[in-house]
């Protein structure tokens, strides 16, 4: 066992096997061991975690060596404080640009959650209402939960100045296309992030010798994984309701690690908004009726990638040439100016366009093959159809007005 510490050659009749380092006078003093070795022993204050040996009986120690072994102390709050360390050390290595850690317990925005949800604020989004009471508290995603690691990946990119759909056909010379967010630009974050978080939990069991379970989460888990974010010190919740870091603004993916590991809480992240509202002031659908409140059935977001029936007339213009969700309350953010370009997202897949020519011709097999490994297949072809002809539209709409 690499944790026990032989202190004297087989030979000798007071070999000692401890089943934890500990700090031991030099044998070699010794007159009935004139062959003992002395023995270098890690000192115990940078013990990471309590060893899994610890506290078997120890096999044949004569009273005499007995009496020369100080007592073992295991300092809780050194350990804890390490293996938090060695989390955050790894999340970076893989490639996460912010982590921190909440405490696994019930959240206090349960409540507006479900004030929210009465006031049929989720749209059609009928899975909110289930399993709300996991939503409400982290901990039942996971027996003995008690911390929450979070983490955040930036997936800024840089957008055309403007993008075929801004101008009418005539214009540019191209046929006309539609926006998508940034986010679902290239491959689907939902794999990446996972696979990440999935890592980050192997690489603990492989650098913190305490036994913990684990459970990856995204955003397809029942989480409020903002909230968590909040707490955690990642990001303040913004008054567009999206997460938001000084220097990553809002453009960065969560992810989260329910686990058995006690770890060290960080400080809750503090409000930056201040008194702008450039967020609010710039939607243009009216989608939030106060700061930090969102109405998702007036979301350009929920409407283009969740809405699954007819959107209503009077939205429709007001959608612009966004085909598959919306950037404007990011877009206008002074937070989004700062932050570095990510290198992680493919953009082979889905860029900032789709044509509108290209999905008027689609069928399933064409959709399912085009889309492939996209996060923009969470919209049916229907939906994708339907979003294009709203489009195509507003497009036709703003030349015709622009050339009156």
Known sequence: ?????????????????????????????????????????????????????????IRSIDPQTLSLIPPYRYDTSVGVADNTNIVKNLAGKLGFHRAGIAEAQKLRHGDYLQRWLDEDRCGEMAYLRRNNEIRRDPAKLLDGARSVIVVAMNYRQVRPEQSPGDRPPSEHGSPPAGRVAMYAWGRDYHKIIKKRLHALADAMREQISQPFDARCCVDTVPILERELAALSGVGWI????????????????????VTTLELLPDAPATDHCGTCTRCLDACPTDAFPNPYEMDASRCISYLTIEHRSEIPEPLKPLMGDWIFGCDVCQEVCPFNGRGSVSNIFDLDSVGPTLPLDEIDAWDEDDRRERLRGSAVKRATLSMLKRNASIVRRNIEQAGDEQNS
């Open 1 to 57: 066992f690499p944790a026990f510490r032989t202190l004297a050659p087989d030979s000798m009749p007071c070999a000692v096997q401890m089943p934890y380092p500990v700090q031991t006078p030099c044998l070699s003093k010794r007159p009935a061991c004139p062959n003992a070795l002395p023995v270098q022993t890690p000192c115990l204050s940078k013990r990471p975690a309590r060893s899994r040996f610890a506290g078997r009986s």
């Open 238 to 257: 913004g008054k567009n309701t999206l997460a938001m870091h000084e220097s990553l603004g809002s453009y960065f993916f969560l992810g989260e690690i």
